[in-house]
């Protein structure tokens, strides 16, 4: 019998590594998503998984795309209307059902609205197994719920960056969505405050979101903008070149999992900067960056403070962590252990 895998979720870089990860284990794979953003090897159908009137319409077109593919195992990421619509539609559909939390969908949404509490809830309680990449977010899953669930400790894991060409520089590096939850604003005026005795620094700001224009405005405000540059989305290539050239990594989010970001950051040399929250905790020590509890006393110049032989010891532990290949073995044990 094949090995059939559809992956459910947004055409993201996350997602596409994600099936670059696990795809040789199966014999066809297929990825639902939404809104095209790139090219993919990998079979992609599009669906509009807005939630609506149209919903009805679109949990039939999966039903249907579900009975041509037969997948024997759908996995699905974000517990979202990715999830529910997809879960509506393979309902009468038996295979192995497995959801991949990202972090918000169950640390946040949750507390934004009933509706939302029931939509994850409602998906929680028919996947077959549940993933992410930190235990916050898995514990946090759970207390959803009266039911056992099976829960693992999975990540996408990340491909060695190579930095041996690179000389470190004073730079900042901020790769974080423009949006309220991740405080882009609190990383300009540390830098502003910092810049102020050590102007040979530079900040680097990737992303795009919706504060975009806010945040430019601010560091006209603030008087820097010869020391901050805005490049826009950035590929993995230009991602990499950042980090391999920056000192110093800036992630400061009011919630999150452990972001991948953080960790690519880590594995290419920069100090972290980050955010007090659970899931940081679990990977970020006194002696390898700085977890900041208030993010309005950030405070940059504490990066002389890491002791660089044990922050080298810290970052290899790290990469073990994160390998691709061993998370690779943890998600096939997972999809060998279903048994119907």
């Not at 099936?19 to 159908?45: A, C, M, P, Q, Y």
């Not at 197994?129 to 894991?157: C, H």
């Not at 900040?203 to 430019?216: H, N, R, S």
């Amino acid at each position: 019998m094949q090995k059939r895998l559809l992956v459910v979720g947004s055409d993201s870089v996350h997602v596409h590594n994600f099936i670059e990860l696990v795809k040789g284990n199966f014999d066809k794979v297929v990825l639902l998503t939404d809104i095209r953003h790139r090219e993919s090897k990998t079979r992609t159908i599009g669906i509009d998984f807005s939630l609506g009137w149209s919903s009805f319409e679109n949990i039939k077109k999966i039903k249907d795309i579900i009975k041509n593919f037969q997948p024997t195992t759908i996995h699905m990421h974000q517990a979202n209307s990715y999830s529910f619509l997809t879960l509506r539609a393979s309902a009468n559909y038996k295979c192995q059902k497995v959801l991949t939390a990202w972090g918000s969908d169950i640390l946040l949404n949750p507390q934004d609205s009933f509706i939302m509490k029931q939509i994850v809830k409602y998906i929680i309680n028919r996947v077959d197994a549940i993933t992410a990449d930190s235990d916050t977010v898995l514990e946090a899953t759970q207390k959803l719920t009266k039911k056992a669930l099976v829960l693992k400790n999975i990540n996408f894991g990340i491909p060695p960056i190579n930095c041996e060409t690179f000389e470190k520089e004073y730079i900042i590096y901020s790769n974080r969505l423009h949006k309220s939850l991740y405080n882009i604003d609190k990383i300009i005026q540390a830098f502003a405050r910092l810049y102020q005795t050590e102007p040979y620094w530079r900040l680097i700001v990737a992303g795009d979101g919706e504060k975009t224009l806010e945040l430019k405005k601010l560091v006209r405000s603030l008087g820097v903008e010869q020391a901050v540059e805005f490049v826009g989305w950035v590929d993995t290539a230009q991602n990499n070149y950042y980090y391999c050239k920056s000192k110093i990594y800036a992630s400061i989010p009011s919630s999150d999992s452990i972001s991948l970001s953080l960790v690519e950051a880590i594995c290419a040399g920069c100090v972290p900067f980050v955010s007090d929250i659970q899931a940081n905790r679990e990977i970020i020590t006194h002696d390898l960056g700085f977890m900041i509890h208030d993010l309005n006393q950030l405070d940059f110049k504490r990066y002389l403070e890491i002791e660089r032989n044990r922050y080298e010891y810290r970052r290899e532990e790290i990469r073990d962590m994160f390998s691709k290949e061993l998370n690779k073995e943890k998600y096939l044990a997972l999809y060998e252990s279903y048994n119907d």
